[in-house]
């Protein structure tokens, strides 16, 4: 009877994580989330956006830029009861830099059913990875970086857990423009039930190009990428731009290709002293409502 309950009930968180993420035919979806609220409101173009403690997701390679300490604390509501809590801190010494991350991700309220009728109760699915980053700045212009990750799933009563490694390499030119690329979630898991949960590749290439203005003030930042999820057969393109006034406030935009239920998203960005608060918006179709997202950063000087 017990594994009655959990395959209706897992089913049901299953088709949840599918609506929101578009899972295909891999599972752990909530590692293709996406973190930060910062690059979520520029459309996730954030492979060869340097300098900020995200990329300890999208491109280990990319926090060579900064050697002073920065910690980013990241809350997502969801839509569906899905929420997100994502943790990094990274640091340097000399021509290496180092970074830790936690990501979270449950949904809540899935009822429980052995028939069709009142739940028997509620429980919650669970996801959650922990990350051990390092990077090598080769010379001023080429850097490259890996993560580890420990990962871990959580059905009702049943458990896995596995491994994964991501790959990046940062490029920087004389033009001001930089080059990223990074592969993720090379691993596996063990088996949850009977199966094993197959883990979703991505592959990340793109691009970043910041002007700053002569006669005012003011920083743009431009960004696009190539996101392709090779496992499940599907590419997307993702845009976004920032603009910073006197590095205290900042607008930013962003737009993906290839989804169902989503394209656009904006945000904004206040500093002050050694703290940056970052808002991200991203509304959903389908009745799905909209993403709230809320990110806060320390750079220790």
Request: hydrophobic fraction near 40%; aromatic fraction near 14%; proline fraction near 3%.
């Given at each position: 009877?017990?594994?009655?309950?959990?395959?209706?009930?897992?089913?049901?968180?299953?088709?949840?994580?599918?609506?929101?993420?578009?899972?295909?035919?891999?599972?752990?979806?909530?590692?293709?989330?996406?973190?930060?609220?910062?690059?979520?409101?520029?459309?996730?173009?954030?492979?060869?956006?340097?300098?900020?403690?995200?990329?300890?997701?999208y491109n280990p390679a990319t926090i060579t830029t900064d050697a002073t300490a920065h910690l980013l604390f990241m809350h997502n509501e969801g839509?569906?009861?899905?929420?997100?809590?994502?943790?990094?801190?990274?640091?340097?010494?000399?021509d290496f830099s180092f970074g830790l991350s936690?990501?979270?991700?449950?949904?809540?309220?899935?009822?429980?059913?052995?028939?069709?009728?009142e739940p028997l109760g509620m429980f919650e699915a669970q996801n959650a990875s922990i990350g051990l980053s390092s990077a090598y700045k080769v010379n001023p212009s080429f850097s490259v970086g890996v993560?580890?990750?420990?990962?871990?799933?959580?059905?009702?009563?049943?458990?896995?857990?596995?491994?994964?490694?991501?790959?990046?390499?940062?490029?920087?030119?004389?033009?001001k423009a930089r080059f990223g690329l990074s592969v993720s979630n090379i691993g596996s898991m063990n088996?949850?039930?009977?199966?094993?949960t197959k883990l979703p590749l991505i592959i990340r290439a793109g691009t970043s190009y910041?002007?700053?203005?002569?006669?005012?003030?003011?920083?743009?930042?431009?960004?696009?990428?190539?996101v392709s999820l090779p496992r499940e057969s599907k590419t997307h393109l993702h845009i976004g731009t920032?603009?910073?006034?006197?590095?205290?406030?900042?607008?930013?935009?962003?737009?993906?290709?290839?989804?169902?239920?989503k394209n656009f998203?904006?945000?904004?960005?206040?500093?002050?002293?050694?703290?940056?608060?970052?808002y991200a918006y991203v509304p959903y179709k389908y009745n799905f409502g909209s993403g709230h997202i809320f990110s806060l950063e320390i750079q220790f000087q």
């Open positions: 009877m017990k594994r009655i309950f959990f395959i209706i009930a897992a089913s049901y968180g299953i088709m949840i994580s599918t609506s929101i993420s578009q899972t295909g035919n891999t599972g752990l979806s909530f590692l293709k989330f996406g973190v930060g609220a910062r690059s979520l409101a520029m459309g996730e173009a954030f492979v060869a956006l340097a300098g900020d403690p995200a990329g300890t997701y839509v569906q009861d899905t929420k997100t809590d994502y943790l990094a801190s990274i640091t340097g010494w000399k936690v990501n979270k991700t449950s949904i809540n309220n899935i009822p429980l059913r052995s028939t069709p009728g993560t580890g990750k420990f990962l871990y799933e959580k059905i009702y009563v049943d458990d896995a857990s596995g491994y994964a490694i991501d790959f990046g390499a940062l490029y920087k030119s004389p033009w088996k949850l039930l009977n199966e094993s910041d002007y700053l203005f002569d006669m005012v003030p003011l920083d743009v930042r431009m960004n696009g990428e190539i920032e603009t910073e006034f006197k590095n205290m406030l900042a607008l930013r935009f962003g737009y993906q290709t290839g989804y169902e239920n998203s904006a945000g904004i960005g206040i500093r002050s002293s050694i703290f940056r608060f970052d």
